[in-house]
């Protein structure tokens, strides 16, 4: 599509979902829209995709998110899984060593990326989307709401004033704003959205390099817990490696990021200049901050517009793509006319709560790992190696204290709660009815589904609104049609520990209610009304 080159031109275009931000959460949700059939704007300031690899690791949900936009076979090759986590002391000798255990999302539980590469393989699937149209070299100067922008009126919702490279503004009509433009985010300025929390003293430099040389073990993570000077030494994929050292009192900060310090800090684990090439070193702070409110009216803050974290665990970007997952779907419900715009509300409900655990545990890896007391790090490292010969303990250890499991305590889920209300249910292989294995989220389709233990109870209720059913079968069975069969054995256990055969889940996989057996499942929400085909909408 053109732009309108009139300066001060009102663009006669409207769209359904304006998203501001083409990093990882930005570009996520312009797949996750682009797909569901809305009409999709994509605001970015810079020209081209960030050149410096920030994140460096995602993990099993959020491929299964990635999976859903088609995307995850394209992005895994790029991928290093699989590989071990050490924790190091001064001389190098591990006192804690584990691998994250799998929760059941059908993929590898943490994946090493390179983000360049990752963010051009999700903008590269947004160009399969005509209903989307990205701006590049375009910045938002002004959200104005209409006067329903804050209700539950009809109107178009929200206006953005749109500077372009060549300096030409427009006015663009969006139903609903996805504000996903940093940590310093104009946008949360605009709505006078505070982003309450801390920036920690010390300044980390980031060293991204390409191996010449491999080393051994080269593709361990090791946190190396110097009390003299911490260190990350990181695996990344298609040739990187990444280091991370903190900027100590004294030191001269612009000579830390030269090839002199740089080299002359590596070579403390035996890399010399043969072995790399130093690609760029930057130097970040850490900080730990939650916007006050996700929502404001019909615009919505995303990624690291409405959180920060410390790196220790790999989730600042995850949790941005976790965001537009649990948004996008809503967004596009209420859009179609399938769910009431209170839905929205549960947004920062489920959210918030999630990342603010997923922050807390940060801190606390980040603790064990930059201790400087010498006599704090030595009862440290006595106390974890004493429990390394323990089967099973190291590894228990790290995942309680690792990504919080996927489930959400308060939200959009039906009352009574069961001990399956409000978590995601596992992504085994799966028999479909065809006979072919599967993965179960490409056989329920990111839709509304009811999900039977064996032959299906009638639920009226849910029937009437026309949501589907999908039996499961136990291993074993032979394919039938909607059913699919519990290969791996995965299912069927999951239901019984929770003491349900009948669930019903929302388009995310997430149990929105559940019965027992023989017991009827609540009520649909109120408002429901879903549509019997993903469709596009016509933006008013």
């Not at 051994?216 to 000077?229: I, K, Q, S, T």
């Not at 790290?398 to 996927?406: E, K, S, T």
Request: hydrophobic share 40%; proline share 8%; charged share 25%.
């Amino acid at each position: 599509m053109g732009e309108v080159s009139a300066r001060g031109g009102v663009d006669d275009r409207a769209y359904d979902v304006a998203v501001i931000g083409y990093g990882p959460t930005g570009v996520t949700a312009a797949n996750l829209l682009g797909g569901m059939g809305l009409r999709v704007v994509v605001l970015e300031r810079d020209a081209e995709i960030y050149s410096r690899a920030r994140a460096i690791s995602t993990d099993e949900e959020v491929i299964r998110i990635w999976q859903r936009i088609g995307l995850a076979e394209r992005l895994k090759p790029d991928m290093l899984s699989e590989r071990p986590l050490d924790f190091v002391d001064a001389q190098g000798r591990t006192f804690l060593s584990a691998c994250p255990a799998p929760r059941g999302h059908g993929h590898p539980p943490q994946m090493f990326i390179y983000q360049p590469a990752l963010e051009q393989v999700l903008r590269d699937g947004v160009d399969r989307y005509p209903n989307v149209e990205v701006l590049l070299r375009h910045e938002c100067l002004r959200l104005r709401q209409d006067a329903d922008g804050d209700g539950d009126g009809d109107g178009v919702g929200v206006e953005l004033t749109v500077v372009g490279a060549d300096d030409s503004v427009r006015r663009l009509r969006a139903r609903y704003v996805i504000a996903a433009d940093g940590g310093s985010s104009p946008t949360r300025a605009q709505l006078n959205v505070g982003y309450e929390g801390r920036t920690y003293e010390d300044r980390w430099v980031v060293i991204d390099t390409e191996m010449l040389k491999p080393w051994p073990d080269h593709d361990r993570l090791r946190f190396r817990c110097d009390p003299a000077r911490p260190a990350v030494d990181c695996p990344t994929p298609l040739g990187h490696h990444r280091w991370e050292f903190p900027i100590l009192p004294g030191d001269d900060e612009k000579h830390l990021t030269t090839d002199e310090a740089i080299f002359a800090m590596v070579s403390r684990y035996g890399i010399g200049p043969d072995q790399i090439k130093i690609l760029r070193a930057t130097v970040y702070s850490h900080h730990v901050r939650f916007a006050n409110r996700f929502r404001v009216g019909r615009v919505f803050l995303a990624g690291d517009a409405a959180h920060a974290m410390p790196p220790w665990i790999g989730q600042g970007m995850a949790a941005g793509v976790r965001d537009a997952a649990n948004l996008c779907w809503k967004l596009t419900a209420v859009l179609r006319g399938e769910l009431p715009e209170s839905v929205l509300d549960s947004y920062e409900a489920e959210r918030k709560p999630h990342v603010k655990e997923v922050t807390r545990r940060a801190v606390l890896v980040g603790r064990l790992i930059t201790e400087r007391r010498l006599p704090v790090a030595r009862v440290r490292n006595t106390a974890l190696r004493a429990i390394r010969p323990v089967p099973g303990l190291t590894s228990r250890l790290v995942d309680a204290n690792w990504i919080p499991v996927a489930s959400y305590a308060k939200g959009f889920q039906a009352r009574p709660r069961t001990k399956a209300s409000g978590r995601q249910i596992p992504q085994p292989w799966v028999t479909g009815p065809d006979g072919e294995r599967v993965r179960l989220d490409d056989v329920l389709g990111g839709r509304w589904l009811l999900l039977h233990l064996g032959l299906p109870r009638p639920q009226p209720a849910w029937e009437r609104a026309g949501v589907p059913s999908l039996a499961v079968l136990p291993a074993g069975s032979r394919p039938a049609e909607n059913a699919v069969v519990d290969s791996d054995g995965v299912l069927l256990p999951w239901l019984a520990e929770r003491d349900v055969t009948t669930l019903a889940l929302r388009p995310d996989a997430y149990v929105y209610a559940a019965a027992r057996v023989g017991a009827q499942l609540p009520l649909p929400p109120a408002g429901f009304a879903p549509t019997s085909r993903p469709a596009a909408v016509s933006a008013q």
